[in-house]
């Protein structure tokens, strides 16, 4: 199938396109700045920006699917407007060029909860692509486990560089983080499934835990020891933001959306994709070494290993 993808200068995009050059689709990716892609063999690349109408019709021409895998909360504060704007342009052009299905993947949560204006604003987009003539599949998931995520980075970080933490309530949310390969394997396979056209899927690891313990058992295996972590209800997340770009050196602009977020449960409620893709599901403990590489302190227990898979 012929296929754009847009975001892969990013975390998500990045890991996909070799996955989607592999199951010999035709691959054509967007970028804004072509010099700075290191680009893989065999595919066409197209330079354009989702906030300059007309600079992107090219690269979808011809595009029977393309994956939305856009954010823009790097560029600073006014990101959900950029969003926004970004996503309408996608779809006027993504219209007019024909494409009839678009893959997009954002965050989990229940918009009752109230949720942070991150999510919020994923939610939104999630909105205005679904309002196109294109089938929109939209997925959904929590913090994502490998190697460039700017949240696992974020709690990698903190759990190897803090052996004591005072944190506010927000440790104890639940979450279901999921391994980027069953990310990609998700976003891969559902191109060939007709009957998610038009569909909001939840998809999440195999396992619900809390912030809490994605931190404890990160650090175990990067440091060899659980961190002790003491949640006090006076710590308010907005100062908790401030304190985690103090110690980790993931961006201002990406930590403090990323932390308000965290006070929403993002796990899933509805598992109706693993009727059509019932994916063997990465552990916890795989996904964050595979994301560390070199840096696990500690080998893999044998007994875990064998009956992990
Ligand atoms: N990472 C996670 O843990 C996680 C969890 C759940 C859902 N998701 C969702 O997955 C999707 C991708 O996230 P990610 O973590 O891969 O993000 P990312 O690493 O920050 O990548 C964002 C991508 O968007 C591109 N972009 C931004 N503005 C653009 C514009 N105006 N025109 C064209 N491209 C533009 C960036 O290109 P430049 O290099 O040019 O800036 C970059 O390639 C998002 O929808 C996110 O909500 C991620």
Redesign the pocket.
């Known amino acids: 199938m012929r296929v754009l993808v847009?975001?892969?200068?990013?975390?998500?995009?990045g890991h996909l396109v070799p996955s989607l050059l592999w199951a010999d689709h035709d691959v054509s990716v967007?970028?804004?700045?072509r010099e700075a892609y290191d680009e893989p063999e065999g595919l066409s690349v197209f330079e354009g920006?989702?906030?300059e109408p007309g600079s992107f019709d090219e690269a979808l021409g011809g595009a029977e699917a393309a994956y939305y895998?856009?954010?823009?909360?790097?560029a600073g504060p006014d990101y959900a407007e950029r969003d926004r704007r970004?996503a309408t342009n996608f779809v006027a052009a993504a219209d007019d060029a024909g494409v009839e299905r678009v893959l997009y993947?954002?965050?989990l949560g229940e918009e009752r909860d109230r949720l942070s204006e991150h999510l919020q604003s994923?939610r939104e987009v999630e909105h205005i692509l679904a309002d196109a003539d294109f089938a929109l599949t939209s997925l959904r998931?929590?913090?994502?486990v490998g190697d460039g995520?700017?949240?696992?980075e974020m709690v990698r970080q903190l759990a190897v560089r803090l052996p004591v933490m005072v944190t506010p309530q927000w440790v104890d949310t639940p979450c279901q983080p999921i391994a980027i390969d069953d990310v990609v394997t998700y976003l891969v396979e559902v191109l060939d499934v007709p009957e998610l056209a038009g569909r909001t899927v939840e998809i999440g690891g195999p396992a619900v835990m809390s912030y809490k313990e994605v931190m404890a058992r990160t650090a175990e295996i990067v440091t060899g020891r659980r961190p002790v972590i003491v949640p006090v209800p006076v710590l308010t997340p907005k100062l908790s933001a401030y304190w985690v770009t103090l110690v980790t050196d993931v961006p201002r602009s990406v930590a403090h959306p990323l932390i308000l977020g965290l006070k929403n449960a993002v796990v899933v409620q509805d598992d109706s994709i693993r009727q059509y893709l019932p994916i063997e599901l990465t552990p916890f403990e795989t996904a964050v070494r595979r994301a560390v590489g070199d840096g696990a302190a500690t080998p893999e227990p044998k007994s875990i290993a064998a009956g992990e898979r």
């Open positions: 847009t975001g892969v200068t990013g975390f998500v995009g967007l970028v804004r700045d920006n989702l906030l895998l856009v954010h823009s909360m790097r970004a993947l954002g965050g994923r998931a929590a913090i994502i995520s700017a949240s696992f």
